[in-house]
């Protein structure tokens, strides 16, 4: 954190001191919501969730070296100092804001219904050939997650590339609050989430909401292929496949699943790339990330030596080459869009292609007819095997079983039983996607088949 005291805390967040007043003027370290996670010198926030009541851990975090606890309950005979407010989430919103006020560096917010963390990996990797980036950690996406991404910036960075998700209006809105962009990236309207926001266009307008604090000054980068964000074209910069976009791409060629070749056209320059991870998808997150970097003042080299030394991340188009088999666990989530899209990477694979299916949540009224579109979508594909998992991904087994004769379906009512059969089933050298949403737990697959067959 960057020279933020206990009294800024308090103040930012309207709670009450309790404590030697003489600690008010010192600066806080670090901020968590997780006890493990105390160092020398953090504030805890105590938090109520389902479970776990984080107020039990307040006694704790003392002991190792916290310097203060957030908390929502009058306190008796506490073992440390801690500030007291109506609710500990909304606090730890509110400091964040402050918090956010007080920087001085670009901070980019990426959102989007499909590949916000791919897209976040992207454009950090290519500003770090330039800049000390501080980016969102795992899925700290949400109003816990980004402000306590905020509290990570420290001194020593010098852009924070911040990725934003959301579910439901409003949150974008309380997230926008707290990020207060300098640049917003877009990067597609899918169908995630509809289940709460109605339909794509009420996606749209729950996406944009990232613009109600952003800069005045504010650039706006979006993917003009999209048939719902190019309508933002006349406050935003589009990048897309052709040269009607002020950022664009061409002479693509796909190596299989190791990635592919491109050259993307930028404020004059035209540079070649190779992007180390597959599918057409990469080429937008490649674009985006070039459109912030020449934002930024970065090279044409810089920006082709950053896309060029992208690393995958577990749970999301990572090839892993196991004993056996090639994987594509791509498992961390899923909606149609990105199922799709994970099936024509597959399609590129050189050697037997299978793909293992599962369920997608938050789909809403239409979450049948949804997975459907899937089975729909391998009619003009050459995938040799499809397996599904799970009650809603047997619709996506029923229409691929009349849309794709060219393909082998099986289906299973759970991954247990999959992996019983799996050696049976599965053949050396396979090149397999795993894909679900989260809930799923499809991790299990991947490490299964990594370690074990």
């Known amino acids: 954190m960057r020279h933020f005291t206990i009294q800024q805390f308090t103040e930012s967040c309207g709670g009450t001191f309790y404590g030697p007043t003489e600690l008010l003027e010192k600066e806080i370290q670090g901020v968590v919501v997780d006890s493990r996670l105390i160092q020398k010198d953090y504030l805890f926030v105590a938090t109520v969730g389902e479970r776990v009541d984080g107020h039990r851990f307040i006694p704790d975090v003392y002991e190792k070296g916290a310097i203060c606890a957030l908390s929502q309950q009058k306190l008796e005979n506490p073992a440390g100092p801690y500030i007291l407010v109506e609710n500990t989430f909304q606090a730890l919103k509110d400091a964040a804001e402050a918090y956010r006020k007080t920087l ?41 997650g980004l402000p306590l991404t905020l509290f990570m910036i420290d001194t020593c ?15 974008m809105h309380r997230l926008s609050k707290m990020a207060r962009p300098d640049i917003c990236v877009l990067t597609n309207i899918g169908v995630a989430h509809l289940e709460f926001l109605g339909s794509r266009d009420g996606i749209l307008k729950a996406k944009s909401e990232i613009f109600d604090y952003a800069a005045d000054d504010v650039k706006v980068f979006v993917n003009g292929d999209d048939d719902k964000l190019i309508t933002l074209k006349d406050r935003a910069v589009t990048f897309g496949l052709d040269a009607s ?7 693509t060629e796909h190596l299989g699943l190791e990635g592919m070749h491109c050259r993307i056209h930028i404020s004059g320059h035209s540079i070649p790339v190779s992007i180390p991870l597959p599918g057409s998808h990469m080429i937008y997150n490649a674009m985006a990330g070039a459109c912030v970097a020449d934002a930024l003042g970065l090279s044409p080299e810089q920006i082709q030596a950053g896309i060029e030394s992208l690393k995958p991340i577990s749970g999301r188009s990572n090839i892993i080459h196991a004993s056996r ?3 594509l666990d791509d498992c961390y989530n899923a909606n149609p869009v990105s199922m799709c899209a994970m099936l024509d990477v597959l399609e590129h694979s050189r050697t037997r292609k299978v793909a293992i299916l599962g369920d997608m949540g938050e789909l809403g009224e239409e979450e049948k007819t949804l997975h459907s579109s899937v089975g729909e979508h ?4 050459h995938i040799d095997l499809v397996i599904t998992i799970g009650p809603l ?26 992996l019983i059969e799996a050696k049976n089933i599965l053949q050396h050298k396979d090149s ?8 799923m737990g499809f991790e299990h697959i991947v490490e299964t088949l990594k370690e074990h067959m």
């Open 104 to 144: 001085d560096i670009p901070v980019i917010g990426i959102t989007g219904s499909v590949g916000k963390t791919s897209t976040k990996e992207m454009i950090a990797t290519i500003l770090e050939q330039k800049y000390n980036v501080l980016k969102t950690p795992g899925n700290f996406n949400n109003e816990i």
């Open 157 to 171: 960075h010098e852009v924070a590339v911040l990725e934003m998700g959301m579910n439901h209006f409003g949150e």
């Open 245 to 251: 976009h002020p950022v664009w791409s061409d002479q």
């Open 325 to 327: 088999y090639i994987l």
């Open 378 to 381: 391998l009619k003009d594909l």
């Open 393 to 418: 991904s047997e619709a996506i087994h029923n229409t691929g079983l009349l849309s794709a004769p060219q393909t082998q379906f099986l289906h299973f009512s759970e991954k247990e039983q999959f």
């Open 432 to 439: 397999i996607l795993i894909k679900a949403s989260h809930y």
